[in-house]
């Protein structure tokens, strides 16, 4: 019963987070969109007009394919590791598991998520993919990140209640995410010894296994979606340890 | 005769004889509330947590400084009966309702309560000036702990109640306080809990409407529900609660009946 109500409370969150972003811009959902296609604009002229790689076709929505993770990475874990403080009048004054909060902000996040991938797909049979077989995988793949990065902010919105440095750490990680993910090279010109450590990062793992079913139509191999499994859950139920452990003290540090 | 202790265990002693005098001695089982030994205290400037202030302290080994705000802290509170917490500000009032919700942990002692509750604690905490009348009564009840089918079989007595009906569409920061303080108890009360805590808060709406909320809550305290009063003025306290704990500097400084601990409360010797 008290699920119910959690899953309740956990969407009336969700819709209070995505109202408020949406009533105070005036252009509202299109900035979802404007972003995506800017960066993958700029991204093109570089990588087509300056540093040439003439290894990929349709260098556009190859970017895209991973700018749309990567997108998402980059909201959602800033919102998230923000989320407890941005809550701090409520965690002060209700009696509510306060694990609710990082969740319902990187869920939020997801409706963003879920447009850039609208987008993608649109564009993607715009220029002549076809859909195959292999997109079945896409929801489980993309939903990984989802849960990736729900132990990511359970992790960082608590430690950002002790040391505020943390959501600067956490910002800082996005730069860095932009060149550990193959946005704009592919996972093939990675040298070999260095792949199995790359492609630990989940957003790396979901970046290539996307393009991959997206743009080569071919089938990820089940060890890259294994170990992107293993990883996002493993980070989900550390990030529930490491919440379960900071909570108590959550009130009297706000 | 006003007697006053300074220390918890002999206002336990106040509180014990006053129940053997009076009332017929409560049922242990019916115990809503028990405070045992409770002390709390914080970390001063425990908020301005950069990387940079811990290092430092650790570097040059600066004592934690602590302050406390409550000390030693036992009293029980059985079903039914409702609790005045009076004493100046800063004499720990607002900790013991923290302590008593859950929202923060004791340092030493225990806090037990039995039953749900909800808080009707600053002003619409929760409520976001963007969304409307509607939007944060949904948002807050969920957070209160209703369920979907409760908010939305309540939701049109609880906006009744409210008695703003034709604002409940436009955004919150279009609402007066008053008018916000009104939904927000209209939730809280619709909530149902078995203990209602009440910080503060009922002197902000009008004559009539705090009349109305006086009246419901005492409604359901002959439904038998538990109340806990937070004030520092007396006038509604007098009228609602049956007992009363003062407190002074994080201690108890006198507990028992209402009236006799109001009394001394307002003989208090005044600062110069």
């Known amino acids: 019963m008290w699920d119910n109500n959690l899953i309740f409370l956990l969407q009336n969150l969700v819709l209070k987070d995505f109202r408020i972003r949406y009533r105070n811009m005036s252009l509202g959902v299109t900035w979802s ?82 447009i850039q991938i609208a987008l993608l ?34 992790m960082t919105a608590a430690l950002d209640i002790y040391y505020r440095d943390v959501r600067y750490l956490v910002e800082a990680s996005g730069l860095v995410m932009f060149w550990m993910v193959p946005v704009f090279y592919s996972a093939a010109m990675i040298p070999k010894r260095y792949q199995e450590f790359y492609m630990l990062n989940p957003i790396a793992a979901v970046a290539v296994a996307g393009r991959q079913v997206l743009m080569d139509a071919t089938r990820p191999s089940a060890s890259l979606l294994v170990q992107l499994s293993v990883v996002s859950i493993a980070v989900l139920a550390l990030g529930f340890m490491v919440f379960r452990w900071l909570e108590r003290d959550f009130a009297d540090y706000l | 005769m006003a007697i006053q202790h300074s220390t918890g265990e002999a206002a336990i002693e106040v509180d014990n004889r006053e129940r053997e005098n009076g009332r017929a001695t409560p049922n242990p089982a019916d115990c809503v509330i028990s405070f045992t030994g409770v002390s709390k205290s914080y970390i001063r400037n425990a908020s301005r947590s950069l990387l940079r202030h811990r ?48 929202i923060s942990a004791p340092d030493c002692g225990q806090v037990k309560v039995r039953g749900t509750m909800a808080a009707l604690m600053e002003l619409g ?72 805590f009440v910080d503060e808060v009922l002197s902000v709406g009008d004559q009539g409407f705090q009349a109305k909320c006086v009246d419901e809550i005492k409604r359901l305290k002959n439904q038998g529900k538990t109340l806990v009063c937070v004030s520092h003025s007396s006038g509604i306290l007098r009228d609602l609660c049956d007992r009363a704990l003062w407190l002074e500097h994080g201690e108890v400084k006198m507990s028992g009946s209402m009236s006799e601990v109001l009394d001394s409360y307002e003989r208090r010797p005044q600062p110069a």
């Open chain 1, 121 to 154: 797909i649109f564009l993607l049979l715009v220029f002549g993919h076809k859909v195959n077989r292999y997109w079945l995988l896409l929801p489980p793949i993309w939903g990984m990140e989802v849960v990736f990065l729900c132990g990511m902010s359970l």
């Open chain 2, 55 to 102: 290092l430092t302290a650790w570097i040059t080994r600066a004592p934690i400084e602590r302050f406390s705000a409550l000390r030693d802290v036992s009293f029980e509170l059985y079903s039914g009966e409702s609790l005045a917490v009076i004493g100046l500000n800063g004499a720990g009032k607002s900790t013991l309702l923290r302590l008593a919700t859950g």
């Open chain 2, 125 to 196: 905490a929760g409520f976001h000036p963007d969304l409307t009348g509607a939007e944060n009564l949904v948002l807050n009840a969920s957070l209160l702990g209703l369920s979907r089918s409760k908010t939305y079989e309540e939701f049109d007595s609880i906006v009744e109640f409210s008695g703003i009906r034709q604002f409940i569409d436009e955004p919150l920061r279009t609402y007066s306080s008053g008018m916000v303080l009104r939904l927000a108890f209209a939730v809280a009360v619709r909530v149902n809990p078995d203990i209602l």
């Open chain 1, 33 to 114: 969109v404007a972003n995506p296609l800017l960066m993958m604009g700029i991204l093109t002229f570089v990588f087509t007009r300056i540093f040439a790689n003439p290894t990929v076709k349709h260098f556009a929505l190859f970017a895209l394919c991973a700018l749309v993770p990567f997108n998402f990475y980059s909201l959602a874990s800033n919102a998230g590791s923000t989320s407890l403080l941005d809550n701090q009048t409520l965690i002060k004054r209700v009696q509510c598991p306060r694990a609710v909060f990082p969740i319902a902000s990187v869920l939020s996040s997801s409706l963003h998520f879920l």
